[in-house]
């Protein structure tokens, strides 16, 4: 594990997860107030913006090698969406699923998981850091998801996709976004195999997202559909993700 690495990491995943943080430990009274609310979202522009400038746009996140894979893999968040249409897929190993790419595209599609498995497969050994304070280095294979945008036929006005999920938090889907950036980096993936294994459903079959240069609550599990959209202010609670939304999470968690 690199050390140097990790140290920035856990203090930019402490950093993301501020907000969130502490609406769970009861900090209500700071995030009640305005001025600490714009804050935040200062530091997340803040964030973005210095992300961006540092980094270049197909920079790496590092790769490791098979000896270094972590022995166990923890499941965390939502380990199972439930719902009879889920359960069904689940019944028939996803023979019936369709994954929807739509929204700002000239070319809607709909993909068995069997057209996606088809498609041209990236595999990438990387490390999973959750915001818990815990990371897992496993690997990932599944097509690009560059290639599917570019199947789609993206609209000029798009500016981000989002990921909608077969899981939910509170009273709405659990989603997720990013910004096109992120989306033709070429190790942003559509997981449909994990550790030489289809993927399992604690860990989000059948495909999830995997943007590896962003924290792992931005890696969206039972992903159903991916829409292109030109804003997400007008989306469920405006934020651009689920965590987002319910606990101020912040929407870029670059590292």
């Known amino acids: 594990m690199d050390d140097t690495i990790l140290p920035r990491r856990q203090f930019l995943a402490g ?8 609406i769970l430990t009861g900090c209500d009274k700071f ?18 913006r210095s992300q961006r400038l540092i980094t270049g746009r197909n920079e790496l996140a590092r790769e490791y090698r098979p000896d270094q ?29 369709r994954l929807v790419v739509d929204g700002l595209v000239a070319r ?11 498609m041209p497969t990236r595999e990438q050994t990387t490390r999973h850091d959750c915001v818990e304070g815990w990371s897992a280095i496993g690997k990932w294979a599944g097509p690009q998801l560059s290639r599917l945008l570019d199947a789609a036929r993206l609209s000029p006005r798009a500016r981000f996709i989002v990921f909608h999920c077969a899981d939910r938090m ?10 096109l950036v992120d989306a033709f980096h070429p190790q942003t993936i559509l997981a449909w195999r994990m550790n030489g294994q289809m993927l399992p459903v604690q860990h989000g079959a ?34 651009g993700g689920a965590w ?12």
């Open 15 to 22: 950093l993301t997860a501020g907000a969130g943080g502490l």
């Open 31 to 48: 995030n009640a107030n305005p001025d600490f609310r714009e804050a935040l979202r200062f530091g997340d522009q803040l964030h973005y």
């Open 69 to 97: 894979m972590s022995p166990v893999f923890r499941a965390n968040g939502n380990i199972n969406p439930g719902g009879d249409e889920y359960q069904a897929h689940v019944a028939n190993r996803f023979a019936d699923w």
């Open 108 to 118: 809607p599609l709909r993909l068995s998981l069997a057209q996606l498995q088809s």
């Open 170 to 179: 509170g009273a709405n889907p659990y989603y997720e976004s990013i910004d």
């Open 206 to 239: 059948p495909i999830r997202l995997r943007v590896e240069r962003q924290l792992g609550y931005k890696q969206a599990k039972y992903v159903m559909r991916i829409e292109a959209r030109e804003r997400l202010d007008d989306l469920y609670g405006g934020k």
């Open 244 to 255: 987002e939304d319910r606990a101020d999470y912040h929407w870029y968690a670059g590292i």
